[in-house]
């Protein structure tokens, strides 16, 4: 195998390596998220979605 | 900020109840939404924001949403519609605000992930909104191209060439800003790649050459 060759092979098992460390990392930042616990201001507006539907259904109609 | 672990808001409902099962599927992906939110917007504040406006756009829009179908593809392809139109790029104004970051009292959360935010989230930044966020669903999401295609409303092809030259910028970023830190395993003298690691992620550090580490990152 020429230097060459060899240059290149290295060149890509160096850019697969990367790649690879790249997607682990985007994973790690994603999976992070997703990990923490939700934040009550989500919890609050999901019962606030529910609480208004429920306001508004009771409310007598106009006429 | 007062947080608490997921879990039901009301008890479960009976499958008679279909908006009560609709709000127990957005309960459950609230996780997924405040993860691409983020990847989308890079600040975690703005991208908070972006998914509750989701979530309530989500609830008035129920009656459109086929039960079966796949609810996560649905709610981010709302998230994704709110992010355009809204025209929230943070990342593009602006990268990372340490100096903002540092100001907010008990901002841990955002400190730490000041302090984690690698090279590649630094050079995510640097992708178009495009590449970014097909990079992110295949990449770090788990959605299939065709998925993935649905949610950006483009062709499946368009989403692969997408993806792989994300990638590919990815990779040149990094390669043209020092040692790769998360390659650690090529460089042949470990000291100099763990000092070059200190130097751009160690809090203190940051903090001593801020300009330094501003530098970098809008390069």
């Known amino acids: 195998m020429s230097n060459e060759q060899k240059g290149d092979r290295e060149k890509n098992r160096v850019i ?39 306001t508004t259904a009771d409310e007598p109609e106009e006429r | 900020m007062t947080v608490t672990q997921p879990g039901p808001a009301k008890p479960p409902r009976t499958k008679n109840d279909p908006d009560g099962e609709f709000k127990a599927g957005l309960l459950e992906l609230i996780p997924f939404l405040r993860a691409f ?46 992010f355009y139109s809204d025209r929230r790029r943070a990342w593009r104004q602006a990268p990372w605000d340490q100096d903002a970051a540092e100001r907010i009292p008990g901002a841990s959360e955002e400190q730490a992930w000041a302090a984690e935010l690698s090279d590649t989230a630094r050079a995510l930044s640097s992708l178009s909104d495009e590449q970014r966020e097909a990079l992110i669903l295949v990449g770090a999401g788990g959605f299939s191209y065709e998925a993935a295609a649905q949610i950006c409303n483009c062709a499946v092809g368009t989403v692969k060439s997408r993806v792989a030259r994300a990638r590919k910028t990815l990779i040149s970023i990094l390669e043209g800003s020092e040692p790769l830190a998360a390659a650690g395993n ?25 300009g330094k580490l501003k530098k970098s990152a809008s390069e």
């Open chain 1, 16 to 54: 697969r390596v990367r790649q690879r460390a790249i997607g682990r990392e985007l994973r790690r930042m994603y999976d992070n998220v997703v990990k923490e616990p939700v934040p009550d201001d989500f919890l609050n507006l999901l019962q606030k979605i529910d609480d208004h539907e429920e």
């Open chain 2, 37 to 82: 939110a983020r990847s989308l917007c890079g600040n975690p504040d703005i991208a908070d924001d972006l998914a509750q406006e989701t979530l309530v756009k989500a609830w008035q829009s129920r009656s459109t949403f086929a039960p079966g179908t796949n609810l996560k593809a649905w709610l981010f392809t709302i998230l994704r519609n709110q």
């Open chain 2, 186 to 210: 090529d460089t042949t003298d470990p000291t100099v790649d763990i000092m070059a690691q200190l130097d751009r992620l160690a809090p203190g550090a940051a903090t001593a050459s801020k």
